[in-house]
């Protein structure tokens, strides 16, 4: 089994107290932290000289941490990561530099976001299938009449099993988000979207690294 020492020893030459990625465990972080949460994870496998990469990234004000965005990348096509495979540690890095880094960077804003769950790749996890990340992410972006739409439709679907399991978690959503878009009433809905975001960033222990900053919504016409 892959050991934490491997692993820190692999991702070590991407630490530095001023780099872009901070390491919690097997997981490094893309800092700064706004809006989306951008993770680079080294999985242990049961097979000793087996280990994953995988990225994942999700909005910092969904609820909890939507796995459902992730990319897993082998060591070449067909070919699985292997410590025993000569220079794998120079490998890693090149990849992370030259591919893995730029896809997160691209995602670190909530269009850059939208954008990389729109790529062919994650046709059968479209961001519309995440309802209430959707709802949430469209009152971010300030197009506040496509999520007042969206949190009606949601809004019903709750309503016909409100006490179901997704019912009560779309709820966290519609409950709090419904009213004050019916209102209008953006100043309220950014307080929301931050209240979220801590809640999540804090989950993540993110605090460090977190950096609040003004939500589309807040710098759009009108707001």
């Known amino acids: ?3 934490i020492r491997q692993i820190n020893k692999l991702v070590a030459p991407l630490i530095s107290a001023s780099g872009p990625l901070v390491q919690k465990a097997g997981t490094l972080t893309l800092r700064p932290l706004h809006h989306v949460v951008n993770q680079l994870i080294v999985w242990r496998t049961s097979e000793a000289d087996h280990f994953e990469v995988n990225w994942r990234c999700c909005p910092s004000f969904s609820e909890k941490f939507a796995a459902g965005w992730d990319v897993t990348f082998l060591q070449a096509p067909r070919q699985l990561w292997r410590w025993s495979t000569s220079g794998v540690h120079e490998i890693f890095i090149t990849r992370v530099n030259d591919e893995i880094l730029p896809r997160m960077r691209a995602a670190q804003t909530i269009d850059g976001f939208v954008q990389h769950v729109s790529e062919p790749e994650f046709s059968a996890r479209r961001l519309i299938d995440h309802v209430d990340t959707d709802i949430r992410v469209d009152i971010a972006r300030g ?5 007042r739409m969206k949190c009606r439709a949601l809004h019903e679907r709750c309503a016909r099993d409100p006490e179901s399991y997704w019912g ?4 966290r959503t519609t409950d709090r988000a419904g009213p004050l878009l019916e209102a209008d009433d953006r100043p309220a809905l950014a307080s929301l979207l931050y209240e979220w975001e801590r809640e999540l960033i804090k989950e993540r222990g993110l605090e460090a690294i977190y950096e ?3 939500f589309p919504l807040e710098l759009s016409a009108g707001a």
């Open 1 to 3: 089994m892959t050991t």
């Open 143 to 147: 197009d506040l009449d496509t999520a």
């Open 168 to 171: 009560r978690i779309w709820r």
């Open 212 to 214: 609040p900053t003004p």
